[in-house]
């Protein structure tokens, strides 16, 4: 386990030093971390496994090791798996705790999805299906949180995040179907906005990004910040 931990860290040392803007370390999907906190995974009978909090204790130890190796001042956040969504497996109370736990670590985020343990999962797939367990976190711990899954519409990820719901939204699938380009928004969402440019003339730059300003606003600013503010919705 110790060697397990160390490579989490060397690889987060790396990403560091290669000038990686954040990391995330990923606690989810029923990935060795997830194993180790589902109840429906983790058969251990030492101090790593039956209780809560021993079934906590090596991510949480990772965490701390990763944050501590990680420059002071750039973001570790984590990716969860806030329900297996199967009986008697992990849930959204065990993922609060979790997260106070990890915000007392210094954890920037927690990024919410769900399932991917258990073949026994049972997932209702409806949109945003995922992001009362972001809001639910963030409202029990006061943690930044990211919300994600089948968020396909501008106006859908605008909600989350002005309801208070979430801080940010990350998109999968709808980008992957629909790219218009680096680091902008599908093409689709561009022509289901409503916005009109300072000329009146909607086209491709006329697209909103997540934080509500459209890309008029932003075409001055370095392609990189631009894609940081459609990807974390900041
Ligand atoms: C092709 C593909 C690859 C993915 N790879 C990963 C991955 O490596 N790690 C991860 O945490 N999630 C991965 N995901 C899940 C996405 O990050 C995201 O949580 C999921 O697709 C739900 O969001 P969406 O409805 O916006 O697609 C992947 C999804 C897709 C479609």
């Given at each position: 386990m110790a060697k397990?931990?160390?490579?989490?860290?060397?690889?987060?040392?790396?990403a560091d030093e290669l000038g990686f803007d954040g990391i995330e370390v990923h606690m989810a999907h029923g990935y060795l971390l997830h194993e180790f906190l589902s109840p429906l995974s983790n058969e251990r009978s030492d101090e790593y496994g039956g209780s809560l909090d021993n079934r906590m204790r090596f991510p949480l130890e990772l965490f701390a090791a990763v944050?501590?190796?990680?420059?002071?001042g750039k973001p570790v956040?984590?990716?969860?798996?806030?329900?297996?969504?199967?009986?008697g497996g992990w849930g959204i109370s065990d993922s609060v705790a979790l997260s106070q736990r990890l915000k007392d670590l210094g954890c920037a985020a927690i990024h919410v999805s769900t399932g991917g343990l258990s073949t026994a999962q049972r997932i209702p797939v409806t949109p945003g299906y995922q992001v009362e367990f972001a809001k639910t976190i963030k409202q029990a711990t006061g943690m930044t949180t990211i919300a994600v899954g089948l968020v396909t519409e501008a106006q859908q990820a605008e909600t989350i995040v002005a309801t208070g719901h979430a801080d940010a939204v990350a998109i999968g699938r709808a980008a992957l179907y629909d790219p218009a380009g680096p680091g902008m928004p599908p093409l689709?969402?561009?022509?289901r906005s409503k916005r009109r440019s300072p000329t009146?003339?909607?086209?491709?730059?006329?697209?909103?990004?997540?934080s509500g300003r459209s890309s008029w606003d932003t075409a001055e600013q370095p392609r990189r910040q631009r894609i940081s503010s459609l990807s974390l919705a900041l």
């Open positions: 397990v931990r160390d490579q989490f860290v060397a690889a987060a040392r790396r944050r501590e190796a990680v420059s002071p956040w984590v990716r969860i798996s806030a329900t297996d969504w199967a009986e689709r969402w561009a022509h009146g003339k909607a086209s491709r730059e006329n697209s909103l990004n997540f």
